[in-house]
């Protein structure tokens, strides 16, 4: 279950970068980074929204103090990792829906987030 704290600790990583990356991307705009480097800012925030929810969720979990199958808190830690990722890709690529290898990487980190939230969530159930 330890993972659920690692997992957390990389999407807290990540919403602190994406943070200061808007930032700079918004308020301290570099000559031929901005509009160009960051090219959807509204799917940046989409990120940094789904990287604190995917933080919280992971504590969340490990918070529980169940004993919870190893490997859906891999996958729940993986999928709450690259799930965002996906947001944050297809901020910098304007392309991003268009080419096959990012269909597949996002339909992979939903296969695994899925699994692991459902099989979690089927635990939680369990101890009703």
């Known amino acids: 279950m330890g993972i659920l704290l690692v997992g957390a600790v990389a999407c807290i ?19 031929g ?9 509204k799917t940046m925030i989409r990120a940094h929204i789904d990287y604190a929810l995917m933080a919280l969720f992971n504590l969340g979990f490990y918070g529980l103090g169940l004993d919870l199958p190893v490997i859906a808190c891999w996958c729940v830690a993986i999928g ?11 901020s910098f690529d304007p392309d ?12 992979v980190s939903f296969a695994i987030t ?15």
């Open 33 to 41: 980074v901005d509009g160009k480097f960051l090219v959807d800012y």
């Open 114 to 128: 899925t699994v692991g939230f459902g099989w979690i969530g089927f635990v939680l159930l369990g101890h009703v």
């Open 80 to 90: 709450g990792f690259t799930n965002p990722s996906v947001f944050v890709i297809a």
């Open 96 to 107: 991003f829906w268009e080419k096959k290898r990012w269909k597949v990487y996002t339909a």
């Open 13 to 31: 990583f990540a919403l602190i970068v994406s943070a200061w990356l808007m930032t700079f991307a918004r308020w301290f705009p570099i000559e």
